[in-house]
């Protein structure tokens, strides 16, 4: 199992409703009034979006506080980190994470060093001195699935590192909304004008819409340029498109959701961290990755999957093995459930 949210293959093996820990969704759900407003963009559905995404754009730029012209958008985040990686030369990735990074630059012919990140899961930032000019380091921030985030400092070394070998940094951000208050990369590079650097974000997580696949980011006006003559026209969808001018106002919904998460996350592993057999890592997003001392991910899943938790097993990120899972952060009723089954375990 490449990804998570993959329940219809285990439909058959529970009788009753499965409860998904492998998808790292939030789960207060998205925005209320989304449905109205997808229903009244329906009628639009006869015409093409507009294939500059002028009103979404905006939406985005208005949300992350950045230029216009330094926006990108795609069909998930994964379209633009494909597009990103079709144009690098090579492709650095640390192990563990998302499996795309390397699957992407692998089906593209590119050339993919890999790093392992150090036993705490911080960045080897020694092991990145050796890059080389053109080559693109993609890291995600929080990581996947290990939940950690890169500190400032590291951030901002690792930066002037790849600038200096005149390589290109793109940070995958996805759980960005999920994590503690403290810096916003964004913000951070807006000084060189995203030079070198590009930021990736989505709908997908916080705001709970995997199936609208809407990706957003940030770079340099020049890499702005230079992906828009290789991506996919009309990429993103209508109903995406009217989503994208809609969600990313709604504070009220935004900082619910990071208070909600934040204490649901101290809750989870607080809880996790007493039983007996289990090793939680601390994590700054919404998923806990696990470390198994008694069992292998196999019986773990099946042992979860008969009481209708489905979660995630981690041996297909390279560099971690059959000892570890990673559980979604999720309402309280259903962190409960899962920290009584893990319990009878």
């Given at each position: 199992?490449?990804?998570?949210?993959?329940?219809?293959?285990?439909?058959?093996?529970?009788?009753?409703?499965?409860?998904?820990?492998?998808?790292?969704?939030?789960?207060?759900?998205?925005?209320?009034?989304?449905?109205?407003?997808?229903?009244?963009?329906?009628?639009?559905?006869?015409?093409?979006?507009?294939?500059?995404?002028?009103?979404?754009?905006?939406?985005?730029?208005?949300?992350?506080?950045?230029?216009?012209?330094?926006?990108?958008?795609?069909?998930?985040?994964?379209?633009?980190?494909?597009?990103?990686?079709?144009?690098?030369?090579?492709?650095?990735?640390?192990?563990?994470?998302?499996?795309?990074?390397?699957?992407?630059?692998?089906?593209?012919?590119?050339?993919?060093?890999?790093?392992?990140?150090?036993?705490?899961?911080?960045?080897?930032?020694?092991?990145?001195?050796?890059?080389?000019?053109?080559?693109?380091?993609?890291?995600?921030?929080?990581?996947?699935?290990?939940?950690?985030?890169?500190?400032?400092?590291?951030?901002?070394?690792?930066?002037?590192?790849?600038?200096?070998?005149?390589?290109?940094?793109?940070?995958?951000?996805?759980?960005?909304?999920?994590?503690?208050?403290?810096?916003d990369s964004i913000e951070i590079f807006k000084k060189y004008d995203y030079e070198g650097v590009g930021i990736i974000r989505a709908a997908t997580k916080f705001f709970a819409l995997p199936g609208i696949r809407l990706g957003y980011g940030c770079t340099c006006v020049e890499k702005v340029r230079e992906i828009s003559k290789?991506?996919?026209?009309?990429?993103?969808?209508?109903?995406?498109?009217?989503?994208?001018?809609?969600?990313?106002?709604?504070?009220?919904?935004?900082?619910?959701?990071?208070?909600?998460?934040?204490?649901?996350?101290?809750?989870?592993?607080?809880?996790?961290?007493?039983?007996?057999?289990?090793?939680?890592?601390?994590?700054?997003?919404?998923?806990?990755?696990?470390?198994?001392?008694?069992?292998?991910?196999?019986?773990?899943?099946?042992?979860?999957?008969?009481?209708?938790?489905?979660?995630?097993?981690?041996?297909?990120?390279?560099?971690?093995?059959?000892?570890?899972?990673?559980?979604?952060?999720?309402?309280?009723a259903n962190n409960v459930r899962l920290v009584e089954a893990l319990k009878e375990l």
């Amino acid at each position: 199992m490449k990804h998570g949210g993959d329940l219809l293959t285990y439909e058959n093996q529970y009788d009753g409703e499965l409860i998904d820990f492998s998808s790292n969704i939030n789960p207060l759900g998205p925005p209320n009034g989304l449905n109205e407003v997808l229903i009244k963009s329906f009628k639009e559905m006869t015409t093409y979006p507009d294939i500059k995404y002028r009103k979404l754009k905006t939406s985005i730029s208005n949300y992350l506080n950045c230029p216009i012209e330094n926006v990108l958008v795609g069909n998930g985040a994964v379209e633009i980190i494909n597009n990103f990686i079709i144009r690098a030369k090579n492709v650095i990735v640390c192990t563990p994470s998302f499996i795309e990074y390397e699957e992407r630059a692998i089906a593209h012919g590119k050339q993919v060093r890999k790093i392992p990140y150090k036993k705490d899961y911080t960045i080897d930032i020694e092991a990145l001195k050796n890059i080389k000019e053109n080559e693109l380091l993609i890291l995600g921030n929080p990581n996947n699935p290990t939940g950690f985030r890169i500190p400032q400092d590291d951030l901002i070394n690792i930066y002037n590192l790849v600038r200096k070998a005149e390589a290109f940094l793109l940070l995958d951000e996805a759980f960005y909304e999920f994590c503690p208050k403290d810096y916003d990369s964004i913000e951070i590079f807006k000084k060189y004008d995203y030079e070198g650097v590009g930021i990736i974000r989505a709908a997908t997580k916080f705001f709970a819409l995997p199936g609208i696949r809407l990706g957003y980011g940030c770079t340099c006006v020049e890499k702005v340029r230079e992906i828009s003559k290789i991506e996919l026209p009309w990429s993103v969808n209508t109903l995406a498109d009217a989503a994208g001018q809609y969600i990313f106002s709604h504070k009220e919904y935004i900082n619910k959701s990071k208070d909600y998460i934040a204490i649901e996350r101290k809750f989870l592993f607080e809880e996790l961290s007493k039983i007996v057999g289990i090793q939680p890592y601390i994590t700054h997003t919404n998923y806990i990755l696990i470390k198994l001392e008694k069992w292998d991910e196999e019986y773990v899943f099946n042992f979860l999957l008969k009481r209708g938790l489905v979660i995630r097993k981690c041996s297909s990120f390279k560099d971690l093995d059959d000892k570890h899972i990673r559980v979604a952060i999720k309402d309280r009723a259903n962190n409960v459930r899962l920290v009584e089954a893990l319990k009878e375990l």
